[in-house]
C-alpha cells in the first residue's frame, strides 16, 4: 500500500530534499507551510503539484506549530503513516534575538505535534529534528550517551524537544524517534547561515560584485555533511524495527577558517584578502567544537556519510557561481543538488 507522510517544514533545506526522496519511494507527501504575504516555496520549484491536478502525490497545507488544535484537526483527517517534524526557528544566533519565540516554535512546538498525534489518536510513526546544538559546551566526540549542555535558546529548545519525544515513547508507546543531526549543508541552506553565507560571497567576489565577507569567530569547529544524505537517514530512523535516538554526523570536522580557505580555492581566490572580523556576528556564549560519532546509525541503520566537508565546500560553491551566472543572465537555474 502506498504510505503517507507528514512533513513540517517542508519549504527548508530539509524539508525539500525530504519530500524529493519520499515521493521518489512512491509517498504521497503533505508539507505543512506558513501562510505568508510572500511566497518562500521556490526549494519546492521542482517537486510543486497545483490543487487541480489529477492523482497528486505532494499537497502543501496551511498550519502552524503554533496552533495546536489545527495540528489535531490535519492529522485526524490525513492519518499519515509517517511525520517529520523538521518546522522550527533553527538560526541559533538569531534565538539569542527571539528567545521566547524559539522556545514556543522550535521547543513547545515539537510538544504540540506529539499531543496532537496522541489526541488524534492515529497510528503513525513520528521522527523529532534534534541538533548537536544541544550538546553545547561538552567535549566532542559526540554520541549519543552524551549529556547535553545547550550554549542558545536554540539549543535549550531542542532540548526540551528531545525529552518531549522520549517522553512520548516511554509513555504513550508512540513510536517516535529523535535524530540528532549535525552540520548539514547544501546550495540549498539558507543564505544567513555561515557556510551558504561563505560560498555566496565567494560567488559575488569572482564576479565582482562584492569585495568583503563580514564573519564572527572562524575558529569554531564543526562536523559538516552534505544535508541530502542525511534526510536518507531520516527515512531510515522511522523504518526500523524499534523507535531509538541516533546521532546523524560524519566524524570528520573542520573551523570555519578551513571552510573558508577550501571555498575561496575552489574559485581560484585567497580568503585572507576578503574576509573581515565583525563582532556583531559572535554569540554570547559560544559553541567550539561539534563532532559526532555516528557509529549507532551505521550499525542499526546501514548509513554512513559519503560527502565530507572539503567537497561539500567546493558543490556549494560551484552552484553557487552557476546560479550566480544565471541571474546576471536574466535566466533561472534550478538547484538539483
Not at 556519510?305 to 544565471?326: C, G, H
Request: proline share 4%; charged share 25%.
Amino acid at each position: 500500500m502506498t504510505k503517507t507522510a507528514l512533513i513540517t517544514g517542508v519549504t527548508g533545506q530539509d524539508g525539500s530534499y525530504l519530500a524529493e526522496l519520499l515521493l521518489s519511494k512512491g509517498y504521497i507527501v503533505h508539507g505543512l507551510i506558513r501562510r505568508s504575504s510572500s511566497f518562500n516555496t521556490e526549494r519546492l520549484d521542482r517537486i510543486y503539484q497545483g490543487p487541480h491536478e489529477p492523482d497528486r502525490q505532494f499537497v502543501l497545507h496551511h498550519a502552524d506549530l503554533s496552533d495546536g488544535a489545527a495540528l489535531v484537526n490535519l492529522l485526524r483527517d490525513l492519518r499519515p503513516d509517517e511525520v517529520y517534524n523538521l518546522g522550527a526557528q533553527s538560526h541559533v544566533r538569531v534565538s539569542f534575538d527571539t528567545p521566547l519565540y524559539t522556545a514556543d516554535v522550535t521547543g513547545v512546538g515539537s510538544l504540540r505535534l506529539l499531543e496532537a498525534i496522541r489526541a488524534s489518536g492515529i497510528d503513525t510513526r513520528i521522527y523529532q529534528a534534534s541538533s548537536s546544538e544541544m550538546f553545547g559546551s561538552t567535549p566532542p566526540p559526540q554520541n549519543e550517551d552524551t549529556p547535553f549542555h545547550p550554549r542558545s535558546p536554540y539549543g535549550c529548545a531542542k532540548v526540551f524537544g528531545y525529552w518531549s519525544t522520549v517522553n512520548y515513547r516511554e509513555a504513550y508507546n508512540l513510536f517516535a524517534v529523535n535524530g540528532i543531526l549535525f552540520n548539514h549543508e547544501s546550495p540549498r541552506r539558507g543564505e544567513t547561515f555561515v557556510t551558504r553565507k561563505i560560498t555566496r560571497a565567494v560567488a559575488r567576489i569572482k564576479a565582482g560584485l562584492q569585495e568583503h565577507l563580514y564573519l564572527g569567530n572562524i575558529d569554531a569547529v564543526r562536523d559538516w555533511g552534505y544535508a541530502p544524505e542525511y534526510v536518507e537517514a531520516m527515512w531510515r530512523m522511522l523504518q526500523h524495527d524499534e523507535p531509538g535516538d541516533y546521532v546523524v554526523a560524519t566524524g570528520t570536522a573542520a573551523t570555519v577558517r578551513q571552510f573558508l580557505e577550501v571555498a575561496f580555492s575552489v574559485a581560484g581566490l585567497d580568503w585572507k584578502d576578503h574576509v573581515r572580523f565583525d563582532a556583531r556576528y559572535e554569540r554570547p556564549s559560544e559553541v567550539h567544537a561539534l563532532i559526532g560519532d555516528a557509529s549507532k546509525a551505521e550499525s542499526l541503520l546501514g548509513w554512513k556519510p559519503k560527502v565530507l566537508w572539503e567537497e561539500l565546500a567546493r558543490i556549494m560553491v560551484e552552484a553557487d557561481v552557476a546560479q550566480l551566472a544565471a541571474e546576471l543572465r536574466g535566466t533561472a537555474v534550478r538547484i538539483d543538488k
